[in-house]
């Protein structure tokens, strides 16, 4: 394990320096469902989590601890979990919290997934998400009472792109004693939540942490950085003996093992429980993902400034979205915490609505038309007849998305192609 602190190193070096039965360099991928415990001693002491160790893939794996450990060292958290998808970590993160009855406050600038989980399949399970307007930071204070088990944002939320106030409303919840959770799928490297003062960040793994669209995948980082305990009653399910664990209390369970009460109740409940675990292979795809991902960043960022600027001065776009176009304090926002470039995602208008719009996409060439983004290949999306096309007309003015409204995911290929590529498709837009 590299004591270094620079990504470009934690992303190559980060939990692994050669397996320790082969040699092998390369993460090898543990393609196993089990594992041989040594004698009955030791079974039972992994069980009693007395010692930390391999049980069953469905709760750990070695492939997928690398990836956990890699990703933990890159946001300077305490442990990680790896899931099935973006979607399982959000689920997880909230369901770790919260229980029926209980509720927690959010950004209403969310990918339209994460919308949908919240405003429906969660509240028919008892848990109000409270949706909020981050432009106001203090929103979050007022929407908050004894049943508010934490904040949820995104940290760079397409379509609106509006860089969350991570530390404004980080600082609010330490106040009352409520985490801040962030997704960061958008922004990894860039930015850093937990130094903002986050409590867990989350990813999903399949946009740019793979960075190659060849798998789904989801990952939560435990900060270690809040005292779950200083307010009992607000975390029952960390606070209180857990009947499904024989009266564990995680807050107490993990004390020789430091500050991951919260992580490793995620693992040994929900993800025991609900199942949702991501395959070796998948791990393996992700880990290779990571060590080029401070260099794919990079170029995204570059690749999307000068997209950007490409369509601020194009005659059939109305409005071009992306930080590096802001002022005031969406940009005070970004240049706060972003660093090293604006992200990959640029949205703009089309001056002809949703028919301009899907012109424009069905004219692409070099842009994949598809439903993702954080591929290294650029991507494109009509959001209104698409990803946000389950909302309805009011949500979807809330969450940002107009009806020519048209989202990039700038690639890595050479900018001269991508921007010949947009033009030609605003020609016939
Ligand atoms: N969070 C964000 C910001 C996303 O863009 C997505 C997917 O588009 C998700 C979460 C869900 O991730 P997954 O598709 O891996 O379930």
Known sequence: ?????????????????????????????????????????????????????????????????????????????????????????????????CKAGDNFVTSTDLYGGTWNLFANTLKDMGIEARFVDPSDPENFRRATDDRTRCYYAETLPNPKLNVFPIKEVADIGREIGVPLIVDNTSAPVICRPLDHGAAVVMYSTTKFIGGHGTSIGGLVVDGGNFDWEAQGDRFPTLNQPDPSYHGAVWTEAVKPLGPIAYILRMRVILLRDVGAAMSPFNAFQFIQGMETLPLRMRAHCDNAVQVAKFLSGHPKVTNVIHPSRQDGEPRRRADAYLSGGYGSLVGFELEGGKEAGRKFIDALELFYHVANIGDARSLAIHPATTTHSQLDPEEQAATGVSDGYVRLSVGIEHVDDIIADLSQALDKA
């Open 1 to 97: 394990m590299t004591a270094s602190k620079n990504p470009e190193t934690l992303v190559l070096h980060g939990g692994h320096r050669h397996d320790a039965t082969t040699g092998s360099v390369a993460v090898p991928i543990y393609q196993t469902t089990s594992y041989q415990f040594r004698d009955t001693d030791h079974a039972e002491n992994l069980f009693a989590l007395r010692e930390l160790g391999n049980i069953y893939t469905r709760i750990m794996n070695p492939t997928t601890d690398v990836l956990e450990q890699r990703v933990t060292a890159l946001e300077g958290g305490a442990a990680g979990l790896a899931v099935a998808s973006g979607q399982s970590a959000t689920t997880f993160c909230i369901l770790n919290l």
